[in-house]
């Protein structure tokens, strides 16, 4: 069993920035590849951003990258997403998710979730 927990949301003009992070528990925690999704109101859940556990290899959603990074240090068992030149659109609950082995992006196939932080962005 992992537990996740995130923090860092806010409230935020665009333009800003904010640093989510997200502490796992288990003490195993480099082998679990690490991603951020978020959810806005009346839309699905999506993939934002994720590192690898066995290369630290990043990914990102097209909508985010060169905007968006995602890091980690096993050593504190926590994954971070710094975000910068925020919109409007990145409005969302951002979740913090973990896998052991990935396959794909996709939520149904992450193993364990955190219970999500606010994020918003106002014009």
């Known amino acids: 069993q992992v537990q996740l927990v995130e923090s860092g949301g806010g409230l935020v003009q665009a333009g800003g920035s904010l640093r989510l992070s997200c502490a796992a528990s288990?003490?195993?925690?480099?082998?679990?590849?690490m991603g951020w999704f978020r959810q806005a109101p009346g839309k699905e859940r999506e993939f934002v951003a994720g590192?690898?556990?066995?290369?630290?290899?990043?990914s990102y959603a097209d909508s985010v990258k060169g905007r968006f990074t995602i890091s980690r240090d096993n050593a504190k068992n926590t994954v971070y997403l710094q975000m910068s030149s925020l919109k409007p659109e990145d409005t969302a609950v951002y979740y913090c998710?973990?896998?052991?082995?990935?396959?794909?992006?996709?939520?149904?196939?992450?193993?364990?979730w955190g219970q999500g932080t606010q994020v918003t962005v106002t014009v």
């Open positions: 288990r003490r195993t925690f480099s082998s679990y590849s």
């Open positions: 998710a973990a896998v052991l082995l990935l396959r794909v992006w996709v939520p149904h196939q992450m193993d364990y």
């Open positions: 590192v690898r556990g066995t290369t630290g290899s990043s």
